[in-house]
Antibody, heavy 120, light 110 residues
Framework: EVQLVESGGGLVQPGGSLRLSCAAS????????MSWVRQAPGKGLEWVAN????????YYVDSVKGRFTISRDNAKNSLYLQMNSLRAEDTAVYYC?????????????WGQGTLVTVSS | EIVMTQSPATLSVSPGERATLSCRAS??????LAWYQQKPGQAPRLLIY???TRATGIPARFSGSGSGTEFTLTISSLQSEDFAVYYC????????????FGGGTKVEIK
């Protein structure tokens, strides 16, 4: 069974940093693109970043470029999102999502999410 | 960036009735369009991809159609478990950047 479990969310002050993690199991993690998708409270979904199987390609939504870094450790079956210079508008539930094999921009499995709150 | 626009924002439907949800892209996405269902407090679930292909385990009452810039999700006979928010998403770009979602349609009980 495919499982994605996020962790690392919490309350952080504006300008602060946070590192999210996603533990993957039930599939060959190293064979899939992975993404982070977020959802502000009461709002819709927003793709944040994705990363190729070997980490050689990474893409970001414009609003987080230069502040967020996506990475992965295939030996640990883990995905990460380092978030720096956090702003109030980054407050959201952050989901880890798997890119479907052969259609990498499509998300076929999602974690339950971790809440990030940016507030003083 | 491709902007995805969903309508209506809220759809009130009685159980057993048909629901028709629309999604429009600001430029052609071919058939690279997915639909997701999200219930309160839960993660989104993939329903449809390739504009019309049901994902594994999705009931036949869910169907998708369209191509280019106009897409439709139809739920033929609403069940109680179908009341949720539905999002469309385009994945037309290669490399896979600038992936965008519509704002969602909430299907509520009439």
């Amino acid at each position: 069974e495919v499982q994605l479990v996020e962790s690392g969310g919490g309350l952080v002050q504006p300008g602060g940093s946070l590192r999210l993690s996603c533990a993957a199991s039930g599939f060959t993690f190293s064979s899939y693109w992975m993404s982070w998708v977020r959802q502000a409270p009461g709002k819709g979904l927003e793709w944040v970043a994705n990363i190729k199987q070997d980490g050689s390609e990474k893409y970001y939504v414009d609003s987080v470029k230069g502040r967020f870094t996506i990475s992965r450790d295939n030996a640990k079956n883990s995905l990460y999102l380092q978030m720096n210079s956090l702003r109030a508008e980054d407050t959201a539930v952050y989901y880890c999502a798997r890119g479907r094999m052969g259609i990498v921009g499509l998300f076929d499995y999602w974690g339950q999410g971790t809440l990030v709150t940016v507030s003083s | 960036e491709i902007v995805m626009t969903q309508s209506p924002a809220t759809l009130s439907v009685s159980p057993g009735e048909r629901a028709t949800l629309s999604c429009r892209a600001s430029q052609s996405v071919s058939s690279n369009l997915a639909w997701y269902q999200q219930k309160p407090g839960q993660a989104p679930r993939l329903l449809i991809y390739g504009a019309s292909t049901r994902a594994t385990g999705i009931p036949a009452r869910f169907s998708g159609s369209g191509s280019g810039t106009e897409f439709t999700l139809t739920i033929s006979s609403l069940q109680s478990e179908d009341f949720a928010v539905y999002y469309c998403q385009q994945y037309n770009n290669w490399p896979p950047r600038d992936l965008t979602f519509g704002g969602g349609t909430k299907v509520e009980i009439k």
